[in-house]
């Protein structure tokens, strides 16, 4: 029978991130670090919106993009927010940013086409481009603090580049790229022809300044990707956003409608909501997200891992100390069963990661104390 399925298929494997999740999810009183899932709930008034939208049957088919009251909010949302000009021709809703990305690479790649990824990366792009037959070439960021470069970018670049997949602010390190460096970035982009997959679903998170597209520089070249499940711990509801220029979105909306038709029409009525209505909803998590970095990082520094402070999100991707002879998996594994602290190892987000380990502080102030406390105790050993 397993003959008869794609080889491709076959040959790709679930994320890194689920798999050492599930390994210790039966392991009982444990703080779990691993997952990025925001700890605050989803706004009262948007879950209101859905709640009223179920009462009024808004349970029909919506258009394949979205709906038109969805897409307008959604376009002068972006324009407020981040100085994109996107009509509302040029917007598609997506079943979140993961069908996005999906989407996105279904609708340029070819067979033999080569992806740039900076690395460490998510690892929810690479088996997508495997599965068009493409080939994801990593660029190696450990040496300058997790930001890519536009030196590495262009010496990374070959006739067979299509694309580079530029997410920012990262996962898994929570870094960010400042203006004059997507400027750079930008100009090289400009002069290779390739397109960028710029995924900005962490743009609300960012703790120093504002968040710069860089679609607002090379907009003829971007596939802008963004969505509500960070900005308004809307995770479960399923929202993300697609923006290109037309001719672009005129190509991806074929590939969206045959996939999913269209995003729940329930979501989509709360999405409206929280666009129209909850511009700052993202304020008070960022300002919570940002106190807690400062707690981790301080517990972390004293117990002896390398850190770069995260510029947005809600990770760190942490060193470990060279007292530490484990590989990332084994030490994360006992970790886990010692200590009951879930952390996902380096190896699960990149071929470098083998000395680090992904921390998400997407947890109560009294969690993060706990587990902190409990991997001091673990680290003693390594001193």
């Known amino acids: 029978m397993s003959k008869q399925l794609r080889q491709a298929v076959q040959e790709i494997e679930i994320s890194g991130i689920r798999k050492f999740n599930t390994r210790v999810a039966g392991i009982p009183d444990m703080i779990r670090l691993t997952l990025g899932e925001p700890d605050f709930p989803t706004p009262e008034h948007v879950k209101q919106a859905a709640i009223e939208a179920i009462h009024n049957d808004f349970t029909n088919y919506t258009p394949n993009a979205g709906t038109p009251e969805l897409l307008e909010a959604a376009s002068q949302y972006f324009r407020e927010k981040y100085d994109l000009k996107y009509s509302t021709k040029e917007i598609i809703v997506t079943v979140g940013a993961t069908e996005a990305i999906n989407t996105a690479l279904q609708t340029i790649l070819v067979a033999g086409d080569e992806v740039l990824l900076p690395d460490p990366i998510y690892p929810g792009y690479e088996p997508l481009i495997h599965l068009m037959d493409a080939t994801a070439i990593k660029i190696d960021t450990t040496e300058t603090a997790f930001k890519l470069t536009a030196e590495q970018l262009r010496a990374s670049i070959t006739p067979k580049t299509k ?55 090379i907009r003829e070249q971007t596939i802008v990707i963004n969505g509500l499940s960070k900005s308004h711990a809307m995770i479960g509801w399923r929202i993300g956003f697609l923006m290109a220029p037309e001719a672009i979105t005129d190509q991806l909306i074929k590939v969206h409608q ?8 329930i979501s989509q009525k709360a999405a409206q909501e929280a666009l129209l209505h909850g511009k700052d909803d993202a304020v008070q998590m960022r300002t919570e997200y940002n106190t807690r970095a400062g707690f981790v990082q301080d517990r972390l520094t004293k117990m002896g891992f390398s850190i770069i402070r995260p510029d947005g999100a809600f990770y760190f991707f942490a060193k470990l100390p060279d007292s530490v002879q484990e590989n990332s998996f084994d030490w994360a594994i006992e970790l886990a069963e010692v200590a009951k602290v879930a952390v996902v190892p380096g190896s699960a987000f990149s071929e470098k990661g083998d000395r680090y380990f992904r921390l998400s502080f997407a947890a109560s102030f009294i969690k993060l104390a706990e587990a902190m406390d409990r991997m001091s105790t673990f680290m003693e050993k390594y001193e």
């Open 163 to 217: 694309a580079l997949i530029l997410p920012y602010p990262s996962n898994p390190t929570g870094v960010t790229l400042t203006v004059e460096e997507l400027e750079q970035i930008a100009e090289v982009i400009r002069e290779s022809g390739i397109f960028v997959i710029a995924d900005e679903i962490y743009s609300e998170l960012t703790f120093f300044g504002t968040h710069t597209s860089i679609a607002t520089m």
């Open 258 to 265: 045959y996939a999913v038709t269209c995003a729940s029409s």
